[in-house]
């Protein structure tokens, strides 16, 4: 089981989650963050300081996005597991779904 960032981060990238997670397994696409599930150790440290809610258990997640499970196992089908977000910095990529949503708007 892992965590699951679904459609409110798209176009928001609040990174709060970034600075919270103990391994580095969140990563930067170009439109959203992506939790890594074979680098995520599931201790949810993430959840509770996004901003807008945009994270999920596994098992938790609203069945509107429950798409964006599928959206961040397979944004790292080709990047394999690189051991940490950091040094990867921003990917310049985004999972297909997410890639074709129209710009989200979000309340400042």
Sequence with gaps: MTYVIAQ???DLKDRACVDECPVDCIYEGKRMLYIHP???VDCGACEPVCPVEAIYYEDDTPSEWKEYYDANVHFF???GSPGGAAK???IDKDHPL???LPPQEHDE
Excluded: F, I, Y
Aim: charged residues 25%; proline residues 7%; hydrophobic residues 45%.
């Design 8 to 10: 409110p981060c798209v």
């Design 88 to 90: 990867m910095g921003v």
């Design 77 to 79: 089908d080709d990047l």
């Design 98 to 100: 997410v890639a074709a």
């Design 38 to 40: 074979d680098e995520c």
